[in-house]
């Protein structure tokens, strides 16, 4: 089975930017669908973005509030998706996560998709300062 390792986050100030790296182990990443899902303190986890299995269709969604500053891309040889953050706003703080289905070749439709993926890992903390 995947597992999953971010790292990339830190702090930065508004408008800037941060390249969140998802690694994996135990598997090909390619294979499955990818979510990177958030959680700010005190409220609950939102779907940022969500990208169908390479070997499917391919569709990546994401989240209104950060489609036009967020990319989602994946490095076959290093066997890693990224989350690409630019323009970053204080409202953008938050533990990023990034998920991965269990089922090689899954299509997603929307951003939502974190919910029904149970292989996750450990997260890394966004800060955007104002």
């Known amino acids: 089975q995947v597992q999953l390792v971010e790292s990339g986050g830190g702090l930065v100030q508004t408008g800037g930017s941060l390249r969140l790296s998802c690694a994996a182990s135990?598997?090909?990443?390619?294979?499955?669908?990818i979510a990177w899902f958030r959680q700010a303190p005190g409220k609950e986890r939102e779907g940022v973005s969500c990208t169908s299995s390479a070997i499917s269709d391919g569709n990546t969604y994401y989240a209104d509030f950060v489609r036009g500053r967020f990319t989602i891309s994946r490095d076959s040889a290093k066997n890693t998706v990224y989350l690409q953050m630019n323009s970053l706003k204080p409202e953008d703080t938050a533990v990023y996560y990034c998920?991965?289905?269990?089922?090689?070749?899954?299509?997603?439709?929307?951003?939502?998709?974190?919910?029904?993926?149970?292989?996750r890992g450990q997260g890394t903390l966004v800060t955007v300062s104002s």
């Open positions: 998920a991965a289905s269990t089922e090689p070749g899954t299509t997603v439709r929307g951003t939502e998709c974190y919910r029904f993926f149970e292989v």
């Open positions: 135990g598997s090909t990443l390619d294979l499955y669908a």
